[in-house]
């Protein structure tokens, strides 16, 4: 029912409203919202009303109360686990910056991640024992004691002790100074004589440097696109001791085709074959064993052969 069939009996009827729309109300009938002092004026927008099955707002995250400084303060005077891990949090970029800087000069199976991991036990550190009191600002004092903590932590796990790298790193800065100034690669005793050292030591250190560089088979190739099936480094490695499957179905089937071949052949050819080259027999040692003389068990052995080679030559155009 409407609103005008809803009216007492007896009350005028109110005259349709000039430019009024099903669905709409005329101007002026809406309720506007009250204002107070410090809210928006009443001439502004209205505001639309949510659905009532609207999920409610999500309240805006509150800013941090206190800065920087205040967190050194309250962390120096209290030592608060909480306060030092809202500066740990804080600091963390630092930790990544330094784990960037540091990752470009390390091979390329150092993940980046472990990095950040190690730098963190460093940053924890600089917490620990910074002095808010220095004359030092505390990305500074950081920097260094987050690079110290990664350095000593690829240490640690290195294999190869610090003399042995540090002969790496001289032989390679000799090789490249020489061959700047020679415009050739130097030799042995040339580099021997630029780390002043005799050549006999400076093949140990080749000796010991051997191990250093290791690669894992699993890595992909430089060039290689990082998806399945990318070449890696066991790709192009050979094991000399594995059967070749091309190979061995070949040799299969060439012992095949010549049994074929040698059960086609005549009883004496067929012997002297089998003498020959099962029994390593000599050509006098099978002439006398059948009774004839060494050239006609020559003649037979050169029939043989040609024979055997036409039956292989038709079996493999077949």
Known sequence: MTALQDAP?????PAPLR??????APAGLVP????VAGDVPTDAAPAVAAPADAAPAVAAPEPVAEGVDALWA??????????????????VPLVTAVAGRLGMRLPSTVEHADLVSYGMFGLIDAIEKYRTDRAVKFESYASSRIRGAIIDELRAMDWVPRSVRTKAR????????LESSLHRAPTEAEVAQRL????????AVYTQLAAVNIAALDELLAGSDDRPGAATLAD?????RAEDP????????TKYLLARAIECLGERERLVVVLYYYESMTLAEIGRVLGVTESRISQIHTAAMVRLRTRLLDAERG
């Open 32 to 35: 506007q919202q009250r204002t």
């Open 246 to 253: 091309a190979g061995s179905v070949e040799a299969q089937e």
């Open 74 to 91: 309250r962390f120096t005077k209290e030592r608060c686990p909480r306060t030092r891990e809202r500066l740990i949090m804080h600091y």
């Open 19 to 24: 430019g009024y729309r099903p669905g709409t």
């Open 170 to 177: 001289a032989v390679d800065r000799a090789y490249g100074e």
């Open 9 to 13: 009996v007896g009350l005028p009827t």
């Open 196 to 203: 002043e050292v005799p050549v006999a030591e400076l093949r």
């Open 236 to 240: 192009t490695l050979g094991d000399r």
